[in-house]
């Protein structure tokens, strides 16, 4: 969710024993929808890279630890999601892109991480994993999030009924 991404501040993703960015980012219960506990969510390395520099430019600034880590550009205070999606658009019309709103970029990513879970032979439920990675309390939140197009289930039929699935059973 943007609300929780504009709620970090840059102790949430600093490793507090070498001052370098964290493997994964905390935040309190409090910035959640729900309120009954907080999460933590891995950084990849790319984005460590990125954050090493942003965190160097808000210190530059004069932004301390407990600054917000995406603070508005003349004062301390955090970017509103207004703010935000107007930065996205921004970026995604410069990649010659039209402008998605964040909550699509959340859709979007819930689709393409449930796809990956299904791929895995862990024996997890794929459901159940996309549900974690989306802290949503329930199942059914994330059966919604996950709304399938009726090509997709017309292919799905066709492969079983063409020898794909059931023969292999």
């Known amino acids: 969710r943007i609300s929780e991404l504009l709620a970090l501040r840059i102790s949430n993703v600093i490793n507090t024993g070498t001052g370098d960015i964290a493997s994964h980012a905390t935040l309190d219960r409090r910035y959640f929808k729900r309120k009954k506990k907080g999460r933590s ?100 939140s994330t059966s919604k999030y996950l709304s399938v197009d009726e090509r997709t289930v017309d292919e799905i039929i066709a492969e079983m009924w063409d020898g794909n699935i059931l023969e292999s059973q």
């Open 41 to 140: 969510v891995r950084i990849g390395t790319l984005a460590r890279r990125y954050l090493r520099e942003h965190i160097a430019d808000l210190y530059d600034r004069g932004i301390r630890n407990d600054g917000y880590l995406f603070a508005k550009k003349w004062s301390l205070d955090p970017l509103s999601p207004q703010h935000a999606y107007k930065i996205i658009a921004s970026a995604f019309r410069d990649c010659g892109i039209f402008p998605r709103g964040t909550h699509t970029m959340r859709k979007t990513f819930a689709l393409m991480f449930y796809g990956q879970a299904r791929k895995r032979e862990s024996g997890e439920d794929p459901l159940i994993l996309t549900q974690k990675a989306l802290g949503h309390c329930s199942v059914d």
